[in-house]
């Protein structure tokens, strides 16, 4: 069975300062979705950004992007140029390519951003 | 926004209730699905639906059950529930048939049980 693990609980940043954010998962598929989704303190699950597995290029997303390292089963999210609407929990999640499209999640990572 | 409501969004309930959860979705997205949210476990999935009447577990399904008789609507059923059923629940949807489709989230339902 597929696994995602986030090994930060918590993560602290200056504003305007960069953070990156580890996830890392287990799988023998060769084809499958990565993503980041943030959660604020209203609770909305909120997509920050997507990554295709069969794609080498790293997403990129405005001030967010990952570093996807197939081999290595690794995940991270980079967020630049903090701010304090970054706040939140950051959660990782893998996809697999069948029909049913189920998430699978990390435990989370509490971003908190310092002004 | 994805059109994806859940009701109620806070309840408070006795140990041993039957409680029910309602998500309604206005996208005729194909696949509905039930997490709960715990602290130190992420979302982990509780069952899911890929049409009328066709559901499947997920990873905790153990006191829930679920029943889709409209596209639109998922039903979470605690037939009685348990302390250890506290917990914040999101609805999510998904369409078919697109590569690369991303779940779109409902607001949440926080269920204490007490």
């Known amino acids: 069975a597929q696994t995602v693990t986030q090994s930060q609980p918590e993560m602290s940043v200056q504003e305007a300062e960069t953070v990156t954010l580890s996830c890392t998962y287990d799988?023998?598929?060769?084809?499958?979705?990565l993503f980041w989704y943030k959660q604020p303190p209203s609770r909305q699950m909120i997509l920050v950004i997507r990554?295709?597995?069969?794609?080498?290029q790293n997403a990129t997303e405005n001030r967010f992007s990952v570093n996807f390292q197939k081999a290595a089963k690794s995940f991270s999210l980079k967020i630049s140029d903090s701010q304090l609407g970054d706040a939140a929990m950051y959660f990782c999640?893998?996809?697999?390519?069948?029909?049913?499209?189920?998430?699978?999640f990390g435990t989370g990572t509490l971003l908190a951003v310092q002004p | 926004d994805a059109g994806i409501t859940q009701s109620p969004r806070h309840k408070v309930t006795e140990t041993g209730t039957p409680v029910t959860l309602r998500c309604h979705q206005t996208?005729?997205?194909?696949?509905m699905y039930w997490y709960r949210q715990d602290p130190g476990h992420g979302l982990r999935l509780i069952h899911y639906?890929?049409?009328?009447?066709?559901?499947d577990k997920g990873e905790v399904s153990d006191g829930y059950s679920v029943s889709r008789s409209k596209t639109e609507d998922f039903l979470l059923t605690l037939e009685s529930a348990t302390s250890s059923q506290t917990s914040v629940y999101f609805c999510?949807?998904?369409?078919?048939?697109?590569?690369?489709?991303?779940?779109?989230f409902g607001q949440g339902t926080r269920l204490t049980v007490v």
């Open positions: 999510a949807i998904s369409d078919h048939g697109k590569v690369n489709t991303e779940a779109f």
């Open positions: 799988t023998s598929e060769s084809d499958y979705y």
């Open positions: 990554q295709e597995a069969y794609k080498q």
């Open positions: 999640a893998y996809r697999s390519p069948g029909a049913t499209n189920k998430l699978i």
């Open positions: 996208e005729n997205h194909r696949y």
């Open positions: 639906s890929y049409g009328v009447k066709d559901t």
